[in-house]
């Protein structure tokens, strides 16, 4: 079992910049696990953000935040990070962090991912 802790959500203006990270409680075998971001808006689906491989070498993104967030991973302190900058109020949403052990390498599907996080909430105003 993973227990995956998000933190580092806020309030931030439009065009602003905020980091959330992701921390692994059972560290043995986070660096296993390829991770993922995904974000959830009220009233509307969950949907894909990023997603990092095992090792790092690998990032996937959405459409909709490439060029403007980075995914990155440090396994030596069990902890994912996601970089946002240039927000927009469209990015306003709870942001979950999730594990995988599907062994594809950036998967996008929340279906394979195997252990979700509580949530952090990121609010972008205009």
């Known amino acids: 079992q993973v227990q995956l802790i998000e933190s580092g959500g806020g309030l931030v203006q439009a065009g602003g910049s905020l980091r959330v990270s992701c921390t692994a409680a059972?560290?043995?075998?986070?660096?296993?696990?390829?991770m993922g971001w995904f974000r959830q808006a009220p009233g509307k689906e969950r949907v894909f953000v990023a997603a990092?491989?095992?090792?790092?070498?690998?990032?996937d993104y959405a459409d909709s935040v490439k060029g403007r967030f980075t995914v990155s991973r440090d396994n030596a302190k069990n902890t994912m990070y996601l970089q946002m900058n240039s927000l927009k109020p469209e990015d306003t949403a709870a942001y979950y962090c999730a594990a995988s052990t599907s062994n594809l390498g950036t998967p996008r599907v929340g279906n394979l991912y195997d252990y979700w996080g509580q949530g952090t909430q990121v609010t972008v105003s205009s």
């Open positions: 990092i491989s095992w090792r790092g070498g690998s990032s």
């Open positions: 059972s560290g043995r075998t986070f660096m296993r696990y390829a």
